[in-house]
């Protein structure tokens, strides 16, 4: 039961995308919260030549029977094979964070580090290797839209999320070798995000919104939460080239239709901003995650109750960008949708 707990805060709080104000010669060094809702993580995802879409999380938490607990997961999406996914639950003494001679976070058999002028992944799950290497050294940025707390409804303390892109979208370099896939050395563009929360995922959001885009030229980057409150607008921000920061957002709109192709229902999704500033529009599911499904009828109610009932799914998609440099632009890319009923 504790081990799905943490897996399943870890993808969470990827939608969340919350984060800490870090120096940078303590990079990648949680802040614990002395609260059992408390949840930390450190996340580099890649779109690669081979158009594979690939996401690493390491997360601290004091989720389980014990506090400081730790969790590494590695997800690689391609459309023409099967989705890997693999993830392991770590006690506080299968993780170790040092600062010397470079900023290091260790979970079980995955490392994230800085080393020198670059920053790397290692990890092994599953029969699976990966290795990232992304020659861009930390630009922490908070993005607009992203911080959120309140207070709590049963008891006086303060829930909250916070967020920060420590490297934002850059050129990277990756060794994958997955059962079943491609394997080999590509070249890909990535980024990587560092996140911080104390509460559970119904009380915060209804869901989150996430697109990640890239064209070799041009990108596009967007990440909107839905606020669990009626009346408020859902707000976020967007990236693409040529800013040099993200842009604030509001009053996105979200719009679903089903298609039928041959006697099979498909879920098209339209996402659009005011003023008609851009739409993401999905296509085929490649992925399909839900936390509740994982622990069974009995247990899965359980757990309902408590956190809510989360499903991630993610989508093959485009963005379109009208009138950019005198002519509409499309960027292929993943868009992440969750929904907590």
Known sequence: MYKYLVCYYFLFILFLKPAIVLSDSRLFEPTIVESKSYTEIFTLTAILENNSFVQIQMTITNLG???KNA????????????????NMWYN??????????WPCLTIGSCKIRQQNQKIEFTGLLDNATIHIIINTLPQPIRAPHSDYQKKSDKKSSILFYEYKILIPWSQLNAYVIIPGMQSGKFNGYGMVEQARSVGHPKDISQGWVTFRGNSGNDYFLANFRIPPEKNIPIAGWIWKNNDNSPEPIKNLQIQKNINIVNKNKIEIYTITAPDSLFCIISSKCLYRYSFIDELGPFLGYIVKVIVGDPVTCYYNAQVEI????????????????????
């Open 71 to 86: 969790t590494a997961k590695m997800l690689v999406l391609n459309e023409s094979r099967k989705p890997f996914k693999a």
């Open 65 to 67: 029977r014990t506090n």
């Open 322 to 341: 009208p009138g950019y440099k005198y002519q509409k632009l499309s960027i292929p890319g993943v868009l992440e949708l969750m929904n907590i009923k």
């Open 92 to 101: 506080n003494k299968k993780w170790c964070y040092s600062d010397k001679p």
